[in-house]
């Protein structure tokens, strides 16, 4: 059975930081690509970023240099450090995986950013 099982999410300040994980089973995990995706209240799902089976990675242009995504191949888990979040990044974080035709999402973890 193919899962991916985000965790991490919160209520955090404007400024603070939360690391999300999403770790994966039935999958052969290193070839496939890992993104994060986000889908706030009242708006489309939005890609936010993604890395490679190599290695690879790029970011929305909203977030790159306050979140980083990375990957252990040895744990099949994906995670994306963020930091000096804003009230704006307040959204559901879902985590893809995909290879060729094949993709697959966790169910979700809440990002709220508030004060």
């Known amino acids: 059975q193919i899962q991916l099982v985000e965790s991490g999410g919160g209520l955090v300040q404007p400024g603070g930081s939360l690391k999300l994980s999403c770790k994966a089973s039935?999958?052969?995990?290193?070839?496939?690509?890992m993104r994060w995706h986000r889908q706030a209240p009242g708006k489309q799902r939005e890609l936010v970023a993604d890395?490679?089976?190599?290695?690879?990675?790029w970011y929305t242009e909203s977030v790159k240099g306050r979140f980083t995504i990375s990957r252990d191949n040895a744990k099949n888990a994906v995670y994306l450090q963020m930091n000096n979040l804003k009230s704006e990044d307040t959204a559901v974080y879902y985590c893809?995986?995909?290879?060729?035709?094949?993709?697959?999402w966790g169910q979700g973890t809440q990002v709220t950013v508030s004060s």
């Open positions: 039935g999958i052969i995990f290193s070839i496939y690509a």
């Open positions: 893809n995986a995909l290879v060729g035709s094949y993709s697959y």
């Open positions: 890395i490679s089976s190599g290695g690879s990675t």
